[in-house]
């Protein structure tokens, strides 16, 4: 298991700092947002420390969404996000990957966002998928 000495996470993984606990198993954590967006806001977070998603080995991975779907079950809520950034323009404040499960009980609670979509067009859509082929 990778950690980082100085991440905040890590340190709630080594029970370093503390935190309201939900559900854990051998690759996950999943605690209480301190700075919620709604009742429930919880997060999910590999025990493998990396900064970002495409940095977790692929072992690694194996309950994230797992249990998500057990935090978002156990709350109750039948409208909810599921967020994961990466990066500082993406919004990502802690440098290790991570899973918010954001129930949304109203328009006014939760995620708010503005989505804003570019036009685009077939041609440019087969010229990009022909790009990354190489998934």
């Not at 194996?62 to 779907?69: C, E, I, N, Q, S």
């Amino acid at each position: 298991m990778a950690s980082n000495a100085a991440c905040i996470f890590c340190r709630i993984i080594k029970r370093e700092i503390p935190a309201k606990v939900l559900f854990e198993t051998e690759h996950s954590l999943a605690f209480l947002d301190i700075g919620p967006l709604s009742e429930g806001h919880t997060v999910v977070i590999p025990k493998y420390h990396a900064q970002f998603l495409h940095e977790l080995p692929d072992s690694e991975m194996v309950d994230l969404l797992p249990t998500a779907k057990k935090v978002a079950q156990a709350i109750g809520c039948k409208d909810y996000n599921i967020l994961q950034n990466n990066g500082r323009i993406a919004h990502q404040a802690v440098d290790h990957v991570h899973f918010h499960v954001i129930p949304k009980p109203s328009e006014d609670e939760g995620l708010t966002m503005d989505w804003k979509t570019k036009e685009t067009n077939n041609e440019k859509l087969e010229a990009l998928r022909k790009t990354y082929l190489k998934l």
